[in-house]
C-alpha cells in the first residue's frame, strides 16, 4: 500500500471545521477536494462572479497541490460544478489560459446550488506528481 498524507495547507481555508481533508497524497497521486472561490481566511471571493471564482479556485488548486509537491502541470483530472450551465464558458474561459497545451480531463455538471449561495463554481482535482 502507498504511503498516504493527509494536509491542509496553509494559504488556503482550513476546511477541518467542516470535516474534511484539503489535499490526500497516495503515493504519487494527489487528490484535491472540492475548492470553491474562498480566501485564506475563509471569505468568499467573487460573489455569483462565475470567471472571478473560477480564478480563485485555481489559486487555491495551485497551493494545494504545491504542498504535495507538484504544480498545476501535474492536474489530470477536474470535475467542476457549476450552479448555471452560463458559468460554463467562465470556467473553460479560465481553463484554457492555465492549460493553452495538454488540458486535463474534465467534467461539468449543473446543480441546483452550493454549500453557500454565493458560490456558483466548485472545482475537484486529482494530479499525478513524478
Same mark, same amino acid.
Given at each position: 500500500?502507498?504511503?498516504? @498524507?493527509?494536509?491542509?495547507?496553509? =494559504?488556503?481555508?482550513?476546511?477541518?471545521?467542516? =470535516?474534511?481533508? &484539503?489535499?490526500?497524497?497516495?503515493?504519487? @497521486? #494527489?487528490?484535491? &477536494?472540492?475548492?470553491?472561490?474562498?480566501?485564506?481566511?475563509?471569505?468568499?471571493?467573487?460573489?455569483?462572479?462565475?470567471?472571478?471564482?473560477?480564478?480563485?479556485?485555481?489559486?487555491?488548486?495551485?497551493? %494545494?497541490?504545491?504542498?504535495?509537491?507538484?504544480?498545476? &502541470?501535474?492536474?489530470?483530472? @477536474?470535475? @467542476?460544478?457549476?450552479?448555471?450551465?452560463?458559468?460554463?464558458?467562465? #470556467?473553460?474561459? #479560465?481553463?484554457?489560459?492555465?492549460?493553452?497545451?495538454?488540458?486535463?480531463?474534465?467534467? +461539468?455538471?449543473?446543480?441546483?446550488? +452550493? %454549500?453557500?449561495? &454565493?458560490?456558483?463554481?466548485?472545482?475537484?482535482?486529482? %494530479?499525478?506528481?513524478?
Amino acid at each position: 500500500m502507498p504511503e498516504v @498524507t493527509y494536509m491542509n495547507p496553509g =494559504g488556503i481555508a482550513d476546511p477541518s471545521p467542516s =470535516g474534511f481533508t &484539503a489535499v490526500v497524497k497516495a503515493g504519487n @497521486t #494527489v487528490y484535491i &477536494a472540492g475548492m470553491v472561490a474562498q480566501d485564506e481566511n475563509g471569505n468568499v471571493v467573487g460573489a455569483g462572479d462565475a470567471e472571478e471564482q473560477t480564478r480563485q479556485i485555481w489559486r487555491n488548486i495551485g497551493v %494545494a497541490v504545491q504542498a504535495a509537491g507538484g504544480s498545476l &502541470a501535474d492536474i489530470v483530472k @477536474t470535475t @467542476t460544478y457549476v450552479t448555471g450551465i452560463e458559468h460554463g464558458a467562465a #470556467v473553460r474561459k #479560465v481553463r484554457g489560459e492555465l492549460f493553452a497545451s495538454n488540458p486535463p480531463t474534465s467534467t +461539468l455538471l449543473v446543480v441546483s446550488e +452550493l %454549500a453557500n449561495p &454565493a458560490y456558483v463554481v466548485e472545482i475537484e482535482s486529482i %494530479a499525478v506528481i513524478g
